[in-house]
């Protein structure tokens, strides 16, 4: 009986459309059709067998499938190799996912023998609506066909196929020098068929493009691993056809295991995508980044008023959310949600991370567009009227809302690179107005989110918590990273809200005055963007060693394969949250060049 594995035993491939996790014992697990938010047609990472699965590896015996000995991606690409040592040889899975053109979207998993003669199988059990649809499965022309609703999955492949147990299997033997191929493509139910794949023709095409997009990359610094294959992941993550960027490609992975911090992460959020503008503008991806600032226009739309914190990858903005109550939950962790209800939140921050990834595009040569500045004067004549709301803040808290210190500091970001738009000549606008109200954002924060006692700027105003945003307090250039109360602050962070490990939690989950900040039960992990950001603060305050070593425990933290979770769990030693995730792979790009900006390692 297959069980899902550890969240960093997961590998992920995908086609920038849509994504898959496959396993250490062969099995896809996570699979969404025919977009990254679309219902998952292998689900049993949330569930079990019963909720889809596809397993290819060699045949045993007993009821646990074998792990593979060996994972590697191929080169810098999105093809994973995966190889098993068996009593009887060694065999390998090449598992890929070719960029969709105009062809459907296909899952491609070629058998290869190394040595020996290994039995194989491969076992798919398709399952739509996210294991709570029994597709109707048929033979059409030697081809397997599972059809539900409004979605059919055409399996091609050379093998002998038979059914058994709502399942189509496959038994054959692999030897030196073989290969068998298996496809899955997803269409239209109502349309024809989708055109019969060429694995070997595929599989080239996708080596080609992956080599070709990595050697746009400028970055050639002592870090250059983790940082291409970080790229690569935020690549992945990006839906082609408008230039959305998923924050992650799965819903309701658990911050902490067992409990029900448990969100759908299928959704580009501004924040993280501005944050992601940024790394692929500094490492040589202007075309992404043009990508990416067209899809912001289209979905704020002539309505910036309303700005939401996250969008569907097409610009939706209806994002309910809802429960799959047939779904027991990544071990038990549950509810499992689909849809996520802070898209209506208040997020006041959102304005400073959108207004600063136009201001950087404008910095570094992005084609001008008018309308992007336009946009930037709408969200600063927002701004003026409501920066000093509450409001439910940068980590979506569920509770009451609240003057978080880091929103006021993003509101001012906000100001502050408008102001400079305007100072350049590139736009008219009330430029003394919005330079005092720049100066009383800045008095508001000073006077009232900082704590002269213990010299440390808090969570919120008036209260005393600590919160690992502030640590972006001197990267936002809000002060000087010599000013005492940004070193007094991360110095505060440091011993408040780090782990026994040395990692950064975000906030505490139980605040010392009784109220619980974010309105949940139950603790979470290292959020482990904060931990980069502690690295990069320690760097600018001249603790580079320091802030090496730190960086360099946190890429330890990667799975085999270079990819992060949204959190690590200090206590169980493992990663949590959706994986893989991209708030975590972009300050791993940010600090690596800070770092080697610094001078202090070579490269």
Same mark, same amino acid.
């Given at each position: 009986m297959h069980v899902a594995g550890r969240i960093e035993d997961y590998a992920l491939?995908?086609?920038?459309?849509?994504?898959?996790?496959?396993?250490?014992?062969?099995?896809?697990?996570?699979?969404?059709?025919?977009?990254?938010?679309?219902?998952?047609?292998?689900?049993?990472?949330?569930?079990?067998?019963?909720?889809?699965?596809?397993?290819?590896?060699?045949?045993?015996?007993?009821?646990?499938?074998?792990?593979?000995?060996?994972?590697?991606?191929?080169? !810098? /690409?999105?093809? *994973?190799?995966? %190889?098993? +040592? #068996?009593?009887?040889?060694?065999?390998?899975?090449?598992?890929?996912?070719?960029?969709?053109?105009?062809?459907?979207?296909?899952?491609?998993?070629?058998?290869?023998?190394?040595?020996?003669?290994?039995?194989?199988?491969?076992?798919?059990?398709?399952?739509?609506?996210?294991?709570?649809?029994?597709?109707?499965?048929?033979?059409?022309?030697?081809?397997?066909?599972?059809?539900?609703?409004? !979605? /059919?999955?055409? *399996?091609?492949? %050379?093998? +002998? #196929?038979?059914?058994?147990?709502?399942?189509?299997?496959?038994?054959?033997?692999?030897?030196?020098?073989?290969?068998?191929?298996?496809?899955?493509?997803?269409?239209?139910?109502?349309?024809?068929?989708?055109?019969?794949?060429?694995?070997?023709?595929?599989?080239?095409?996708?080596?080609?493009?992956?080599?070709?997009?990595?050697?746009?990359?400028?970055?050639?610094?002592?870090?250059?691993?983790a940082v291409v294959r970080s790229l690569i992941t935020l690549k992945a993550l990006t839906y082609a056809p408008t230039g959305g960027i998923v924050a992650a490609p799965t819903t309701s992975l658990p911050e902490c295991i067992g409990g029900m911090r448990n969100w759908d992460y299928r959704f580009t959020w501004l924040r993280d995508a501005a944050i992601t503008l940024s790394s692929l503008l500094r490492t040589g991806y202007h075309q992404e980044a043009l990508a990416w600032r067209e899809w912001l226009l289209r979905a704020v739309a002539g309505d910036p008023e309303n700005l939401q914190i996250m969008y569907g990858i097409a610009g939706e903005r209806e994002l309910s959310e809802a429960e799959l109550n047939w779904l027991p939950g990544y071990e038990n962790s549950v509810p499992v949600r689909i849809g996520n209800g802070a898209a209506g939140q208040l997020q006041l921050d959102v304005y400073g991370e959108v207004t600063e990834a136009l201001h950087l595009a404008h910095m570094t040569g992005l084609s001008r567009n008018d309308?992007?500045?336009?946009?930037?004067?709408?969200?600063?004549?927002?701004?003026?009227?409501?920066?000093?709301?509450?409001?439910?803040?940068?980590?979506?808290?569920?509770?009451?809302?609240?003057?978080?210190?880091?929103?006021?500091?993003?509101?001012?970001?906000?100001?502050?690179r408008t102001v400079k738009l305007i100072e350049s000549g590139d736009v008219d606008g009330p430029l003394e107005r919005w330079r005092d109200l720049r100066d009383e954002i800045h008095r508001d924060v000073c006077e009232k989110g900082y704590d002269k006692e213990r010299n440390t700027f808090t969570q919120s105003y008036g209260s005393r918590e600590l919160d690992a945003s502030l640590l972006l307090i001197p990267q936002m250039g809000f002060l000087p990273p010599d000013d005492k109360r940004v070193i007094g602050t991360v110095e505060a962070i440091q011993r408040e809200l780090s782990t026994e490990d040395g990692f950064v939690l975000r906030y505490p989950t139980s605040q010392l005055d009784g109220d619980n900040v974010d309105g949940l039960q139950g603790e979470e992990g290292a959020f482990l963007a904060c931990s980069f950001w502690l690295a990069d603060d320690l760097a600018m305050i001249g603790r580079v060693e320091e802030a090496r070593k730190l960086f360099e425990k946190l890429l330890s933290l990667r799975n085999d394969l270079g990819l992060l979770a949204e959190e690590w769990d200090s206590k169980l030693q493992r990663q949590v949250g959706n994986f893989p995730q991209a708030f975590s792979h972009v300050p791993l790009i940010d600090t690596a060049l800070r770092l080697t900006a610094s001078g202090a390692y070579g490269g």
């Open positions: 491939i995908g086609d920038m459309q849509t994504a898959a996790l496959i396993g250490r014992d062969g099995s896809v697990d996570w699979h969404c059709l025919p977009r990254f938010d679309s219902h998952a047609v292998f689900a049993s990472l949330l569930g079990t067998e019963e909720h889809g699965f596809w397993r290819v590896g060699p045949q045993v015996n007993g009821d646990e499938p074998p792990k593979a000995a060996r994972r590697r991606y191929r080169g !810098d /690409s999105l093809i *994973l190799e995966s %190889e098993w +040592d #068996t009593p009887r040889g060694t065999v390998r899975v090449i598992d890929f996912m070719p960029p969709r053109e105009q062809h459907a979207p296909q899952l491609v998993r070629i058998v290869e023998g190394v040595s020996g003669r290994v039995p194989m199988r491969s076992a798919l059990r398709m399952r739509f609506s996210y294991g709570w649809v029994v597709p109707w499965v048929q033979q059409i022309e030697g081809r397997t066909v599972a059809v539900a609703g409004p !979605d /059919s999955v055409w *399996l091609d492949t %050379e093998a +002998d #196929t038979y059914g058994k147990d709502l399942t189509t299997y496959s038994d054959f033997t692999i030897a030196p020098g073989e290969r068998v191929a298996f496809t899955i493509s997803w269409q239209a139910s109502h349309k024809s068929p989708p055109a019969e794949p060429d694995s070997e023709s595929a599989l080239e095409a996708t080596e080609n493009f992956w080599r070709e997009w990595v050697d746009h990359c400028t970055y050639h610094g002592p870090y250059r691993e309308y992007a500045s336009l946009l930037q004067l709408k969200l600063i004549g927002y701004l003026e009227d409501h920066w000093d709301e509450p409001d439910e803040g940068i980590w979506e808290v569920r509770g009451p809302r609240r003057h978080f210190v880091h929103s006021k500091v993003m509101a001012w970001v906000a100001v502050d």
